[in-house]
């Protein structure tokens, strides 16, 4: 038998797996990046050092080829960065989709529940309502058989009201 509550938990599993799983591939695509750039960050402060002594005075003759060298370097790894920074982007937007979709995944369990149990509730007061009508009816018909003329039982004041508004709102169609 197909339970309503059952699918849509299940989809708001499956919608919380896809999240997680989401949310570690940004993860890893964001170190991913982050080690690059660590690298390239550390690549131009010792760039700013070497610039930083030869405005000092300081003329060592390896200062040439390492600028050339973290240059290319700097250049490189900047070209290897691109597309992973392009695959963090998408990451982090399959990232807050999946986690979207997983809000709203739980919201319709919420709202699923609510249903049935709204469904299941309005059973059990037909069942109620036959219930306590019958005993009613009966109750009545035992205390004419025994000669007794006042009713033997009445709702409650708070039953009696809200049966009255339920009524009302039956004949009208305007909730109260």
């Not at 699918?7 to 919380?16: K, L, M, P, S, Y």
């Not at 049966?163 to 169609?173: A, E, F, P, S, V």
Request: charged share 30%; no cysteine; net charge negative.
């Amino acid at each position: 038998m197909f339970d309503p509550i059952e699918a849509a938990a299940q989809a708001a599993v499956n919608a919380h797996t896809a999240a997680e799983e989401a949310v570690k591939n940004l993860t890893e695509r964001t170190a991913e990046r982050d080690r690059l750039r660590g690298r390239i960050d550390a690549l131009k402060a010792e760039r700013s050092g070497i610039v930083a002594e030869r405005a000092s005075g300081q003329d060592d003759p390896a200062h040439g080829q390492r600028l050339q060298l973290i240059a290319a370097d700097i250049e490189g790894l900047e070209e290897l960065i691109r597309p992973i920074e392009a695959d963090a982007v998408k990451a982090q937007t399959a990232a807050q989709q999946a986690r979207s979709s997983a809000a709203i995944a739980d919201q319709n369990v919420a709202r699923v529940t609510d249903e049935e149990l709204l469904s299941r509730l309005v059973a059990h007061a037909r069942s109620l309502d036959e219930l306590l009508l019958k005993t009613a009816q009966d109750i009545a018909g035992l205390a004419r058989q025994l000669g007794r003329g006042r009713n033997q039982w009445q709702p409650t004041p708070e039953l009696a009201n809200e049966l009255r508004r339920l009524d009302l709102t039956r004949i009208t169609g305007v909730p109260r």
